[in-house]
């Protein structure tokens, strides 16, 4: 039945192909706000091409934790006098932002964690731990990144439970055809990332999630790659949780967001305890503090909540539709150059429909680590390894890879540097 | 506001001469609340006559704050029909959750409470009166639903 | 046997009346290096007196991380180009800075953590449910803050293990006797404060080892109140497990520290999984990362690292010495003048022997929050509440009480202006 | 240093022709290391005249710098006794762990590793075969222990 369908892709997340009429970013203005974006290394100027795995921070960021310490800094809920009320109030606002964010209906499906996989690991222990029993499935894709993927793995252990792999096709895709045959009535999660930090293919998650509640499955979406790249409407998409990290977007480390929709919510029983989420304690007995509370023990990340409302402020300012176009953009430029080296390996999808801008590539017979390391003499930093992804790279039959990332403030300039330092690479190793 | 004016007139007068304190022999209604913040307790119980509070009181072991609110509730809530208190509970808690909204005419015997709107601390010990009440209203709909729908 | 044995407190712990001869700190150098501390309130200075909550933070530790994310900002482990590099050892530095604060054999013993909260969490799922078993014992203090008292006790009900509690004395202090009778061949695992959050009282925790040692029981010191307070030396101490939180010494939110004693590491398992902290992922089986890799999944609060480092340093030049006689005299004052007020009641230590400045009080016949509130009126941030030890004001017959708590920077003035404005509460409440 | 210092020279031959490479038949110990952080995996196989190292192969699938540092170990440890091979490793991770140590005289083989030292992040590319190599001095002990130790 679901496979007579016809597959419609949800609309914010396949049609990435920038609206032409979408507005240009004013560079260097975007430039002159990330202040280490001046560093010099070697004696060229910083080309930071790791955005997959951390950003840079805005100068309003930084200035938001500076004015934190220097004005407000106090710890949250629990005083009456001023710093803590204006601590209290930072750290809800934070809350509406990424409620706002994410078109969340209400900040109290926004839990704040230490990071994704924080969220990733809370989800596994609060909910699936509870809801999930022997002869039940999970079910990953062959994508995902470790943090998405292990907490998943010792459930399964744990619980008897099968983990079940959604296959990529060449072009490092998902095939939704592939997926009507791997939903299984005993299928009762969908884990996946958003955007792969990786092969840089954008995923259908509307899709899967429409398949997945036809069975009755529920889906993880792990944003941690996509929350800076396009719009993220948890509505629309209507996932059942949400995870994303700070230091991804522009943001400090440190604080990472678990979104969860209420009706899930309700379902869930406490991971960690300690101070801030019980409602009383008694000598051999607890009870719980109710809402987003009951899932953050401990003093929060109050001063990284005001960062991440500034870093959220400053993506929402730019806009999804420049950031979106401008990153683009780069993208096809970087992939067009690759394509044209004989020498170059590209992993993932080769053309710009479904894809955001992480580029992993290889320069056959070079080590990625050295590709890494005689780029890094050129100023341009990009990562080598695995990038967290082992099963990925053992079904690409490699054991690691170059990767670039781009971010809001990379330039043309920049990719056409990497790829002129690729014969640098060859002059001085091959 | 200062404290001195947070502690003064209608407040502090609720806050030292609580109305209605105590607690009914056999109550139609009864709700507990709680502020695990401040471990501050308060018992509120409700005598109806139909849907008419005919009697309500409060039992507090919380701040003066606290204290006035349940009092000046209590005054409130006597002689309502439990879909009008149940109204004004709305209507009071919109307007003290929303720094900038304007207070209706309604709460006008609520209005020194509004004053610590600009206390976030605070506002959980205006709303923990309120807390109970609410719980009785859906306690009462409950057992009006029963009675109603056949079962 | 144990109880004929002389009671001989450890000396760092329990001899904290000051030296005479220690040197006096440079109160005004130190507060011109708290930007906050300019702030005023209702048209006061600013008073912060709730540092047991969270402390201020020193232009050097803001300073630290503005220099991270302008300098360095990049992930730790896990690329080869220069702010990589940098990233890792200014993540690896903080380690070494913890284990010298902590006296640690090495820096393999200190696992970050989001904080101390975190840290008991970690020691309950990786050490504690493993080695427990149905019929063992886990003891606590009576004046245990909720995040070192909640996690046991869920762990308790979950494997079926019996919770003690160690009573507290009229004074709050904890009586080595009764432990002698608490101690059962069943006892596992002590978990205790060295100082309380609420009474100021300084636990004898080298004692504790020494007694729980000699029966075979663990000993996780919650080090949260007095990693800024007292020297600590985890080898004299002889504990097995001790964790702390960066923002009780004047340090970011977002970084805690767990320090394992190296024979118990090795028995730990993985709590949170994820990236980082493993050696292999296979599709359905993955292999851990050695050492405290292993219980660092995800990205690492990196930047809140370099304020820890900063945070750690400023304490170390400052000096124990100082800081120890600054805050007993502060104390010494507040409880003289407390006592005199005949309508205050004082909970903890009345003698400044084993007491550390942590001074929990109400003013009879006012609620702790109106106490509170009117005190910020004269710009003294004070605490009311149970403060997350709803167990130890059962016992003291309390819901709630005002608490006043001192850092390095605090002044006599302070103190004197906190009893002033006691009569301004009786004014207008009494 | 830059990577025209490191990729050249010493390092860029053994690297480009790394000696002994490939496994023995039936070696008397063998080892596999791996680099949890981009995958890297060694073998490592040693034969043993007595307690003379006689041959040494190692299998690397890493960097060059991987490559060179197992080609230049295999070269060091050939004719060396265990008890000196052991030694000469403990010597080379100590200064290589230490940006500032003096490098010892024993060292001098493989002294154009050292410069690696500035480059944190590719240590453990250095440190991979002798890793390698320490797994096999353990287990040579042990099977020592055992033979000397009456059971
Ligand atoms: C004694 C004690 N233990 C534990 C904690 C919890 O620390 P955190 O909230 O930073 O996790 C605190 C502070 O609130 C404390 O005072
Ligand atoms: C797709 C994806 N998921 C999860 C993570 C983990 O995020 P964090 O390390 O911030 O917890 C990352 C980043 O490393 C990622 O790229």
Redo the contacts between chains.
Sequence with gaps: MLSEETVVLDQSVSNSSPDSRSPQLDLSQIRNRF??LS?E??GHP?A?L?NA??T??PDS??QA??DF???S???V?????????EA??NYEEARKTVAKLLNAVSEDEVIFT?????A??LVAQSWASQQLKAGDRILVTEME???????W??L?KQLGIE?D?WTIDREGCLDLEELNQLLSENTKLVAMTAISNVLGSINPVGEVVKRAHSIGAAVFVDAAQAVARMPIDVQKWDCDFLAF?G?KLYG????GVLWVKQEQMQKMSP??????M?????????HW?SGPAKFE????????AAGLTAAIDFILETGFDSITRHETELTQICLDKLQSETDVEIYGPTSMESRAGVVAFNLRG?????V??????SG???????H?T??L??KLGL??SVRLSVGVYNTEEEILRLVTSLQHVRD??K | MSSEEIYKGVILDHARHPRNRGNLEDPDFEAKAYNPLCGDELVLHLRLKQDLIEDCRTLVRGCSICQASASMMSEELKGKSMENAAALSGIFKKVLHQKDSEDSETLENLRPLMNLRSHKSRIKCVSLAWNAFDECVEKFHETTEKTTTPS
Tied chains: 1, 3.
């Design positions: 202040p280490i560093r290394i070697h910083l930071f790791d795995s951390t840079q921070k960021v930084i934790m500076v310490f220097q004005q800094n106090s710890n809920s629990r005083g009456v006098y001023t710093l803590a009320e209290t109030e230490s990071g994704t996989t924080a990733v690991n990144h470790h943090s998405n993927l292990v907490p793995q010792q399964c983990l792999y990290s230091h400090p480390t440190g604080i991971w960690q305890t300690g101070g801030g019980i409602s009383k304690v008694d000598r051999q007995e607890s503090a023990a401990g003093t929060p990340p109050v001063a990284q070079v080590h990625p680590h050295d890494a390391q005689v780029l890094n003499e341009i930093a990009v990562r080598a390894g695995h967290c082992q099963v790279h053992s054991q690691a001085l190793l």
